[in-house]
């Protein structure tokens, strides 16, 4: 063993990972996400556009409204139609779908997807989402090791 701190594995409480994975669920509930990203709000519209079973979409859209990644709301002027609207904390995940789909297209279809993401502004494609240091240096795997909290450094002179 090279002695080097590592991510405690079997300590699954501690780990942030699960917890992710469990609030998501599995494939449904990603391309729940996909299409509220979309502009999909209506249980119907999910539903037609994904082809997903009425309980299978009801299951996994509850359990997006459980854990905060889609707010449900009902229209003020009819409370029979419901709209799925995704949260702040439902919008953060953007940047975990877009380096899913990324590496969908590089290592799984080979292929880029259709429509292609760009940037509204410029209608050019977006970049490859990378992990970034502090200072804006692209990091690959082994740029990056474990620490303990009291190791971290906290600020520039720290770490020089």
């Known amino acids: 063993m090279d002695g080097k ?18 609030a998501m669920g599995e494939r449904w509930s990603f391309l729940i996400l996909r299409a509220a990203f979309n502009g999909l709000f209506h ?4 539903q037609s556009e ?3 079973a009425r309980n299978i979409l009801a299951n996994r859209l509850a359990r997006l409204v ?12 009819d409370r029979r ?9 439902g919008a953060a995940l953007l940047p975990t779908m877009v380096a899913l789909r990324q590496w969908g297209e590089r290592w799984e ?25 502090w200072d804006g240096r692209v990091l690959r795997k082994g ?14 002179h720290a770490a020089e």
């Open 81 to 89: 139609k419901i709209e799925y609207r995704l949260t702040e904390k």
């Open 5 to 22: 701190l590592r991510e405690p594995l079997r300590d699954l409480a501690e780990c942030s990972l699960p917890a992710a994975l469990e």
């Open 143 to 156: 740029d990056m090791v474990w620490s303990l909290p009291e190791d971290i450094a906290r600020d520039i």
């Open 109 to 133: 279809t080979g292929v880029a997807a259709t429509p292609v993401l760009v940037d509204e502004r410029d209608r050019r494609p977006i970049r490859q989402v990378e992990v970034y240091s």
């Open 66 to 77: 459980e854990h905060g990644i889609l707010k449900r709301e009902a229209l003020p002027d």
């Open 43 to 46: 249980f119907e519209e999910f």
């Open 50 to 52: 994904l082809g997903i």
